[in-house]
């Protein structure tokens, strides 16, 4: 069982960045896949950014790459999502999930934090 909270959302002029964190508990944090997805009002959960459970290979979204960086720390059981020139399109929920393999499909990830808010103002 893996339990995730994320933090670090917020309201963010465009051009700004955020850095948003996710939590992990559980000691087998290091042997999972992770990746974020988000949800704009209205619309299905999107893919943004996956990472392998060593870190060593990262995926992105076409709308995000070059923009945000996924990483992680796994002595700290944290992944990390650095936003950089936010744009008022990635205003959302940010969810981040846990699961067996890197996947973009939000269905194949076995754990789900809460989410956090991101808004971005034009």
């Known amino acids: 069982q893996v339990q995730l909270v994320e933090s670090g959302g917020g309201l963010v002029q465009a051009g700004g960045s955020l850095r948003l964190s996710c939590a992990a508990s559980?000691?087998?944090?290091?042997?999972?896949?992770m990746g974020w997805f988000r949800q704009a009002p209205g619309k299905e959960r999107e893919f943004v950014a996956a990472?392998?459970?060593?870190?060593?290979?990262?995926y992105y979204a076409d709308s995000v790459k070059g923009r945000f960086t996924i990483s992680r720390d796994n002595a700290k059981n944290t992944v990390y999502l650095q936003m950089n020139s936010l744009k008022p399109e990635d205003t959302a929920v940010y969810y981040c999930?846990?699961?067996?393999?890197?996947?973009?499909?939000?269905?194949?990830?076995?754990?789900w934090g809460q989410g956090t808010q991101v808004t971005v103002s034009s």
């Open positions: 990472i392998s459970w060593s870190g060593g290979s990262t």
């Open positions: 999930a846990a699961g067996g393999s890197v996947e973009v499909v939000a269905g194949l990830y076995d754990y």
């Open positions: 559980g000691r087998t944090f290091s042997s999972y896949a």
